[in-house]
């Protein structure tokens, strides 16, 4: 025992200097990244997101469900309709009142103007629309609004980042603020900002959406993790955005 | 999710004599055999078994695959462009799928 | 603010995640008998072949890899084939590249999984018969944060 105690006490963790805080706006997470990864990243030919982008380009142009509409047919060419749309995101729906993120938007388009089932969250299909559309806003600053009818789910949002929860009792802000920029095992910790979902992930060794990748943080954590889409995890998103204030949309990003 | 499993980068126009860069991606979950599900039952192995390039009559570039190779596997090679002609990409796995790809190079001379 | 200890916790918990029943890894012993297989028992030579790996994967599910050749690549002299070798993933034999003048430069990339840290080779096979090869050492570490889905 004394062993383990000793040999875990080498683990190189929070072995850097804590960066200086609330710099604005914050660095992508891609900063954070090796070479190798960055360039991957950035080369369309090289990263596997692009896969799931083709996809979404796609099906964007295929009629579902018994509205007999594709995408297309109302909103035209992505490359025009999309553009700009991405970094809105999450936004209040007016005429319910809802927070959706790209995922719920899609489906909701897909229920309401095509007639057709939603789209499983987590499906290769809704991944691959997500991060076509998302793609459309590459290098774009993300700016969402947090007031009036956002504010009360920013204000959810937030409090949800700096509650400690699970059996590690951690808060998001104790990683991805205190902690951002230092070492957690070979990986830098990043500021949480979520510029480059849907993101292959190589530990998943696929695309995931933001909200698996929630999953994961409150696995890390021993907490209760949400379903895909939940109320809690799209307050969520809405506060990552709010400090992803001024940052470019890399998706498809790559992390390890 | 069988949508464009692939995606290929390659020039459509080159010179006689050029060398062009030649990068692919193909989605493929390249399942190692090793691992198993959350029910603790082993996830069967399946993984492309070889990816082979042919242009102008010629195989000009193959690969042959284990599970060493990373999933959703990305290969970036050469070839000489010799004449107008299409480049066919092929990708077999171990369950005897077969994805065909094509792309044609116009070469002046 | 986190502790240390509160940390040292975290990583503890998230390591043991990491740990898989064990199972046959390639030996040296395998990865001889690897070359063996592709050489036939020709001597294998350093130099000619330049493997870039990076020094230090975040992430051994994926390893960006590049094998390059020096050869004029002609009809008379040209590399035949590119084969990568690993010493302690279960199969030593990771993958071979087959080429020929028809691909102009023999420089080929792609993404491999490594199992743990360890010499990776880049073995290649030339139109004469010759074998030459380069060798490389990585450090492969695994993401901070593991899935649970």
């Given at each position: 025992m004394k062993d383990l105690v000793k040999s875990l006490a080498l683990i190189p963790i929070l072995a850097l200097p804590p960066s200086s805080a609330s710099a604005d706006p914050l660095p992508s997470g891609t900063t954070f990244q090796s070479t190798a990864i960055r360039a991957q990243q950035a080369d369309e030919g090289a990263n596997p997101g692009m896969l799931w982008v083709e996809?979404?380009?796609?099906?964007?142009?295929?009629?579902?469900?018994?509205?007999?509409?594709?995408?297309?047919?109302?909103?035209?060419?992505?490359?025009?309709?999309?553009?700009?749309?991405?970094?809105?995101?999450?936004?209040?729906?007016?005429?319910?009142?809802?927070?959706?993120?790209?995922?719920?938007?899609?489906?909701?388009?897909?229920?309401?103007?095509?007639?057709?089932?939603?789209?499983?969250?987590?499906?290769?299909?809704?991944?691959?629309?997500?991060?076509?559309?998302?793609?459309?806003?590459?290098?774009?600053?993300?700016?969402?609004?947090?007031?009036?009818?956002?504010?009360?789910?920013?204000?959810?949002?937030?409090?949800?980042?700096?509650?400690?929860?699970?059996?590690?009792?951690?808060?998001?802000?104790?990683?991805?603020?205190?902690?951002?920029?230092?070492?957690?095992?070979?990986?830098?910790?990043?500021?949480?900002?979520?510029?480059?979902y849907p993101t292959y992930r190589l530990e998943w060794q696929t695309v995931g959406s933001l909200h698996r990748r929630f999953r994961a943080c409150l696995f890390g954590v021993r907490a209760v993790q949400y379903d895909f889409g939940?109320?809690?995890?799209?307050?969520?998103?809405?506060?990552?955005?709010?400090?992803?204030?001024?940052?470019?949309?890399?998706t498809p990003a790559i992390r390890p | 999710m069988d949508i464009s499993p692939a995606r290929i980068s390659v020039p459509t126009e080159a010179k006689k004599g050029d060398i062009i860069a030649i990068k692919t991606l193909f989605r493929h979950p390249m399942e190692t055999g090793y691992r198993v599900d959350r029910y603790g039952k082993p996830i069967p192995r399946r993984i492309v078994k070889r990816f082979s390039v042919t242009y102008a009559g010629d195989v000009v570039f193959a690969m042959d695959f284990t599970q060493g190779v990373a999933a959703n596997p990305f290969i970036a090679f050469h070839a000489v462009a010799v004449e107008t002609g299409e480049i066919v990409f092929v990708w077999e796995d171990d369950q005897g799928k077969i994805v065909t790809e094509r792309r044609t190079l116009t070469v002046a001379r | 603010m986190l502790s240390r200890r509160d940390v040292i916790i975290a990583a503890c918990a998230l390591g043991s995640l990491t740990v898989r029943p064990g199972r046959a890894h390639a030996t040296p012993e395998f990865l001889e008998k690897a070359i063996q297989d592709i050489t036939k028992g020709a001597p294998v030579k350093d130099g000619k072949v330049r493997l870039t790996?990076?020094?230090?994967?975040?992430?051994?599910?994926?390893?960006?890899?590049?094998?390059?050749?020096?050869?004029?690549?002609?009809?008379?002299?040209?590399?035949?084939?590119?084969?990568?070798?690993?010493?302690?993933?279960?199969?030593?034999?990771?993958?071979?590249?087959?080429?020929?003048?028809?691909?102009?430069?023999?420089?080929?990339?792609?993404?491999?999984?490594?199992?743990?840290?360890?010499?990776?080779?880049?073995?290649?096979?030339?139109?004469?018969?010759?074998?030459?090869?380069?060798?490389?050492?990585?450090?492969?570490?695994?993401?901070?944060?593991?899935?649970?889905?």
């Amino acid at each position: 025992m004394k062993d383990l105690v000793k040999s875990l006490a080498l683990i190189p963790i929070l072995a850097l200097p804590p960066s200086s805080a609330s710099a604005d706006p914050l660095p992508s997470g891609t900063t954070f990244q090796s070479t190798a990864i960055r360039a991957q990243q950035a080369d369309e030919g090289a990263n596997p997101g692009m896969l799931w982008v083709e996809a979404g380009a796609k099906l964007w142009g295929r009629t579902e469900g018994s509205a007999g509409k594709s995408c297309a047919a109302c909103h035209g060419p992505a490359e025009q309709s999309m553009k700009g749309v991405a970094f809105r995101y999450p936004a209040v729906e007016p005429t319910t009142g809802h927070l959706l993120n790209l995922e719920t938007r899609i489906n909701l388009c897909r229920t309401k103007n095509q007639k057709a089932a939603p789209l499983a969250y987590e499906s290769g299909e809704l991944l691959g629309l997500a991060a076509f559309a998302a793609r459309q806003s590459l290098g774009l600053p993300i700016g969402v609004r947090i007031d009036g009818a956002a504010a009360p789910f920013y204000e959810q949002g937030k409090a949800f980042f700096y509650r400690r929860r699970g059996q590690l009792n951690l808060s998001c802000a104790q990683c991805h603020v205190d902690n951002a920029g230092r070492k957690l095992r070979a990986d830098t910790i990043s500021h949480g900002l979520g510029n480059g979902y849907p993101t292959y992930r190589l530990e998943w060794q696929t695309v995931g959406s933001l909200h698996r990748r929630f999953r994961a943080c409150l696995f890390g954590v021993r907490a209760v993790q949400y379903d895909f889409g939940a109320p809690d995890y799209l307050d969520l998103e809405l506060y990552l955005a709010s400090r992803a204030e001024g940052i470019a949309i890399e998706t498809p990003a790559i992390r390890p | 999710m069988d949508i464009s499993p692939a995606r290929i980068s390659v020039p459509t126009e080159a010179k006689k004599g050029d060398i062009i860069a030649i990068k692919t991606l193909f989605r493929h979950p390249m399942e190692t055999g090793y691992r198993v599900d959350r029910y603790g039952k082993p996830i069967p192995r399946r993984i492309v078994k070889r990816f082979s390039v042919t242009y102008a009559g010629d195989v000009v570039f193959a690969m042959d695959f284990t599970q060493g190779v990373a999933a959703n596997p990305f290969i970036a090679f050469h070839a000489v462009a010799v004449e107008t002609g299409e480049i066919v990409f092929v990708w077999e796995d171990d369950q005897g799928k077969i994805v065909t790809e094509r792309r044609t190079l116009t070469v002046a001379r | 603010m986190l502790s240390r200890r509160d940390v040292i916790i975290a990583a503890c918990a998230l390591g043991s995640l990491t740990v898989r029943p064990g199972r046959a890894h390639a030996t040296p012993e395998f990865l001889e008998k690897a070359i063996q297989d592709i050489t036939k028992g020709a001597p294998v030579k350093d130099g000619k072949v330049r493997l870039t790996i990076p020094a230090l994967a975040e992430n051994g599910q994926s390893v960006y890899t590049t094998v390059a050749v020096e050869s004029p690549m002609t009809k008379a002299d040209h590399v035949r084939a590119i084969h990568i070798l690993s010493e302690k993933n279960p199969i030593a034999h990771l993958l071979s590249w087959h080429l020929g003048p028809r691909a102009g430069i023999a420089k080929v990339s792609t993404n491999i999984r490594l199992a743990a840290s360890q010499q990776v080779t880049a073995l290649a096979e030339m139109s004469d018969g010759t074998f030459w090869r380069d060798r490389r050492d990585i450090v492969v570490t695994v993401a901070a944060c593991i899935d649970g889905g």
